[in-house]
């Protein structure tokens, strides 16, 4: 059995409970990945407060992890057992649910294309605070058609995203000139990120704002307000759903280790970093705590969760024979309830 934190009803943080689950058998092209960190993002607590997709109960939230590969099933051909691997697991079958638990637990089996090798300059706090908002930062820039030379506005310079948002446009995108949006106290840190320009939106409103950009990326669904520094005829991205302006493109994400292998120059490089918020890496056992501070909306950078129950890496005698798992550390056995 592995310990996890899930739900069984929607609601507050306080939903959220420690039990046990089994640890589940990696099937053809699966890992199964022991996590060292997660990270959490805005979708696990809106996922959780109300139906944003079918689910069935008890949920397991979590969608970012970084880890180490201690089993795999047939057919898996780019990892090995004992590879350090980060990824995001959202992976939706027919019905539109989520194939597999999430990450807030101790192992998972996911799909191998989801994952990618965890670039050795990066910790394990630092990989899995990446995935999901890098493959969104990501996507808004190829929905947008954006080319090299051209300057961005980025709503939202702080946040998950936005971080990334700034570091791709800088080091990866090409862009001539990047304007970010935070909060007074963290002015220095987005311009550290690479913007050429902060504006600090409690002291400066769009209309205040002379210049108009090629590309208007806006993490924090306000297009309704910032649409006004996009240039006539230039791309509004708003990652928020429903977008706030008739002008602006709702743009998602695509999960797959592939994007995240693509980025491996740039991470190795230190051209893109993760940022983890200076309140964290929060522990396993404060995971409840890690999402009353997302839930602020005041984040800088990523959540990031660490200190997982058990951090030995179990052998294996064969490639896919979890049987030899070992039973749950001491200390899990405790009164909390068994889920399954
Ligand atoms: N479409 C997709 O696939 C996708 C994927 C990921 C995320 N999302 C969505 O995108 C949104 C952002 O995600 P995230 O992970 O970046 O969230 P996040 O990390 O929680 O964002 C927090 C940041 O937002 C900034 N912020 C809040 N109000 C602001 C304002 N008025 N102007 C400028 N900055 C402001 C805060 O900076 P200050 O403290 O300085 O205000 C804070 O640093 C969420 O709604 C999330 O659900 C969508």
Not at 29 to 45: E, M, S
Not at 56 to 74: E, L, N, Q, R, T
């Amino acid at each position: 059995m592995q310990k996890a934190w899930f739900y069984e009803e929607y609601g507050p943080k306080e939903v959220l409970k420690l039990g046990y689950f089994p640890i589940p058998t990696p099937q053809h092209n699966q890992l199964l990945i022991q996590f060292r960190a997660a990270a959490l993002n805005p979708i696990d607590c809106k996922r959780r407060q109300r139906p944003i997709f079918p689910s069935d109960f008890p949920v397991v939230p979590g969608c970012d992890m970084a880890g180490i590969v201690v089993a795999k099933g047939s057919g898996v051909t780019k990892f090995n057992i004992g590879d350090e691997v980060y990824g995001n697991i959202q992976d939706f079958n027919a019905e539109g649910k989520l194939k597999q638990l999430g990450t807030l637990a101790e192992f998972i089996v996911v799909e191998e294309s989801l994952v990618a090798t965890k670039p050795n300059n990066l910790s394990f706090e630092e990989a899995a605070s990446l995935p999901l908002a890098v493959q969104t930062a990501i996507e808004g820039f190829e929905t947008a058609g954006f080319k090299a030379g051209q300057n961005i506005f980025v709503v939202g310079g702080a946040g998950g995203v936005g971080t990334l948002v700034i570091q791709l446009a800088k080091h990866l995108y090409g862009a001539s000139y990047v304007v970010a949006t935070t909060s007074t106290p963290k002015v220095e840190f987005v311009k550290n990120l690479g913007a050429d320009k902060v504006i600090d939106y409690t002291k400066t409103t769009y209309e205040e704002i002379d210049e108009k950009y090629d590309f208007l990326y806006d993490t924090i669904g306000d297009c309704k307000n910032s649409f006004v520094v996009a240039k006539e005829d230039a791309p509004i991205i708003d990652i928020t759903w429903p977008p706030s302006h008739p002008r602006a493109v709702y743009s998602s994400l695509t999960v797959s280790g592939e994007n995240l292998e693509k980025l491996r120059p740039y991470l190795e490089t230190g051209k893109l970093k993760s940022e983890i918020d200076p309140t964290g890496p929060y522990k396993f056992t404060d995971v409840i705590e890690a999402f009353r501070h997302l839930e602020t909306g005041r984040a800088r950078g990523k959540v990031v969760i660490t200190g997982f129950p058990s951090q030995h890496i179990p052998s294996f005698k064969s490639s896919d024979n979890i049987n030899s798992l070992p039973p749950p550390p001491h200390e899990m056995v405790s009164q909390e309830m068994s889920v399954y």
